[in-house]
């Protein structure tokens, strides 16, 4: 083989191995549910902090199912009806699922 086909090959080489996975730092690493998470319900407890329709976000607890730490993020309610009476600064207890990148609200009650 003549030397600009090796070279070619090698530099080639070189760049596949440079794509494949990348070490992982804590610095980092990107938390995500193991896949079985998926469609599981989940509780936690946390304050309502606004509601519009069928959303509410809720600022809760740790959720040691998912391996999520305490954080303010919004759900979406299965049915807005399950929402009537809540108010921002209830304080809630609630379960969801994961559907894809979306937190679906399956039931909520205030505490």
Do not use: Y
Request: net charge positive.
């Amino acid at each position: 083989m003549n030397k600009i086909v090796k070279i070619g090959l090698a530099t080639f080489a070189v760049s596949v191995a440079a794509c494949g996975p990348a070490e992982t730092t804590k610095e980092n690493a990107v938390t995500t549910a193991p896949a079985q998470t998926i469609g599981k319900a989940h509780s936690a407890t946390g304050t309502v902090d606004s509601v519009s329709g069928q959303q509410v976000t809720i600022s809760h607890g740790p959720i040691k199912s998912l391996e999520w730490p305490a954080m303010t993020m919004p759900f979406t309610a299965k049915d807005a009806a399950s929402l009537q009476g809540i108010k921002p600064g209830d304080r809630v207890a609630f379960t969801f699922s994961k559907s894809g990148n979306e937190s679906v609200l399956n039931s909520i009650a205030k505490q």
